[in-house]
């Protein structure tokens, strides 16, 4: 079973400009609503690769009433704790370069009673082998330490944990030795104290040192540049795929959904790699935060190329 965690969900409405004026008025066009926060976009992704999940986390008063029934649309599993409140509602705005900005709600708060509650309804859900995906930001409440919490906790029930978090909850979740992360290049660069501009080959010996700590697998995003696969026995350099862009905002998702659902069907490394990387390209060419489906993943398959050093 794959469960996917989303502490944080989130209506997204993702828009297009012209060109974003700081300080002027911006009118947006192609406005699309979408349920999302990462593990929910997770479970989405798993969906279209032929896949079951369950997702769990918190939502609250009519937005989360509106999530809950678009999952119902999506076929999508859910074991939600209802909260008070309202869940938030994020404003993804794409100008036509395909620049993202984002303006995201915090999210309302969570007392700790609640938190309780669903750790423990998580933590009844797990059967050893489980993969569970930790993914996103936090509500108001939660500690930074909660995905290091959990993982030490899913690992005690012999549970595969992928976290893919930045900030705060990066550091110290990988502490606790998740399975697979996922960090995307400045995420990297920023916990390590590293330039932006840092050579791949700097930023793979950094990276190699994660493994250190337990983590079987780390996945570096480099956006439309591709990504970088590294395990304890190989380094995998994926180019980006040749596409016609029309929206990032949920490649990152897919592509963790990917490597869950890949996983899980017990794909070695180089099929994984094909998948998860074909996949998130397929994300690039769907609009809002909608999983690519099935059949335009295995044409993108055929594309990836693997340069393993």
Excluded at 110 to 126: A, D
Excluded at 183 to 212: I, M, R, T, W
Excluded at 270 to 287: D, F, Q, R
Aim: hydrophobic share 40%; aromatic share 4%.
């Amino acid at each position: 079973m794959i469960i996917t965690v989303t502490l944080n969900p989130a209506i997204d409405k993702t828009a297009q400009v012209e060109k974003l004026t700081i300080n002027g008025l911006n009118r947006l066009n192609n406005i699309i609503l979408d349920v999302g926060g990462k593990g929910i976009n997770v479970s989405k992704a798993i969906k279209e690769l032929g896949g079951k999940s369950i997702c769990t986390g918190f939502v609250a008063g009519s937005n989360g009433k509106w999530i809950e029934e678009k999952l119902d649309s999506l076929n999508l599993d859910y074991r939600f704790r209802h909260v008070e409140g309202n869940t938030r509602i994020n404003l993804k705005v794409l100008d036509k370069e395909m620049n993202l900005t984002e303006l995201n709600d915090i999210g309302d708060q969570i007392e700790e009673y609640e938190l309780t509650r669903l750790k423990e309804g998580l933590l009844e859900m797990v059967n050893p082998g489980d993969i569970v995906v930790l993914a996103g930001s936090v509500p108001a409440g939660v500690p930074v330490t909660i995905y290091q919490e959990l993982i030490t906790l899913l690992k005690e029930k012999q549970a595969k944990v992928i976290m893919d978090a930045d900030g705060e909850l990066f550091t110290s979740g990988i502490e606790a030795g998740p399975t697979l992360i996922k960090p995307n290049k400045y995420e990297l660069c920023k916990y390590f104290g590293l330039a932006e501009d840092v050579s791949d080959v700097e930023l793979v010996s950094h990276a190699k040192k994660l493994l250190y700590k337990n983590i079987e697998t780390v996945v570096i995003s480099l956006g439309s540049k591709g990504a970088i696969f590294i395990t304890n026995e190989e380094t995998a350099y994926v180019p980006g795929l040749d596409i016609i862009a029309h929206s990032a905002v949920g490649a990152g998702d897919s592509m963790v959904g990917a490597l869950a659902y890949g996983i899980s069907e017990g794909l070695e490394l180089i099929p994984l790699i094909k998948l998860a990387v074909a996949t998130s390209a397929g994300a690039v060419m769907t609009k809002g935060t909608k999983a690519p489906n099935r059949s335009v993943v295995e044409m993108l398959m055929k594309e990836v190329k693997i340069d393993f050093r």
